[in-house]
């Protein structure tokens, strides 16, 4: 599933977008996307069995209007439902569809941006699922930023139960005006009671647990080209099995 962290560059890329063009001025309308070539998917710090293994194509589109912002978000992944509900495998299965819808509003110098996640698995059964988040963004000092975000799932699906929740908190420090560095934690809180719990791949043996800490740092080549290296200090998962530590790297086309 997708990064939270990453809605708070969506957000900030809306701004320039909607102050780009005289039409886009009028009508407050906003229209950007990405291509993101990253060495590993590593979804929530999942390092252990990670969504892909090499080379990842991720994309994303995204269209602003005033406060709301509509989202799709597409990655390869490793793996189909399909397969591993017995089922064959097809490499058209192989793929995340993640769409989202969000409000941003601000109070004095905090950003908040509301925002809602469907998150689409073709070819398995009980494979879609739905989250709900709030993002909160803060400036402290002068070059640096607090992001903050805690979401919960509101059903059952394969993979999740309703009512786990997740959180993070990162401080990202602007280094120069090209070179930016984050620091970041995550952490969960898991349901036992699911649906599919015990049926396939879920099985909680925590409830409260430490996901990752994680290091970053981005560098913009160009308006258009940021290339990135992240490294996961691995925590748990909801089995409470300990993840391992995992460098990733990446390189984004922005437009």
């Avoid at 969504?51 to 597409?74: I, K, R």
């Amino acid at each position: 599933m997708y990064k939270k962290l990453s809605f708070f560059a969506l957000m900030m890329s809306f701004g320039s977008a909607m102050a780009s063009t005289p039409e886009a001025q009028e009508n407050h309308i906003s229209v950007n996307g990405s291509i993101t070539l990253v060495s590993d998917y590593v979804s929530r710090g999942l390092t252990n069995s990670i969504e892909n293994e090499g080379a990842t194509l991720q994309a994303s589109l995204s269209v602003g209007y005033d406060n709301f912002y509509a989202t799709y978000w597409g990655s390869q992944i490793g793996y189909s439902f399909r397969e591993l509900q017995g089922g064959k495998s097809y490499s058209s299965d192989k793929f995340e569809h993640d769409f989202i819808l969000g409000y941003t509003w601000k109070y004095k110098d905090v950003t908040f941006d509301l925002w809602d996640a469907t998150y689409y698995y073709q070819g398995g059964d009980h494979t879609t699922s739905n989250e709900l988040g709030l993002t909160f963004t803060a400036p402290i000092a002068e070059k640096g930023t607090v992001v903050s975000s805690v979401s919960t799932y509101l059903n059952d699906a394969y993979y999740m139960s309703q009512g786990d929740t997740f959180a993070t908190l990162s401080y990202i420090h602007q280094i120069t005006d090209v070179t930016s560095l984050t620091l970041g934690v995550a952490g969960s809180y898991f349901t036992d009671n699911g649906k599919y719990e015990g049926q396939g791949i879920l099985d909680t043996q925590t409830d409260f647990t430490y996901r990752y800490a994680t290091v970053r740092a981005d560098h913009s080549l160009s308006d258009n080209l940021t290339v990135f290296a992240q490294y996961y200090l691995g925590g748990y998962d909801r089995s409470d099995i300990k993840q391992k530590n995992k460098p990733v790297f990446g390189l984004t086309y922005s437009f």
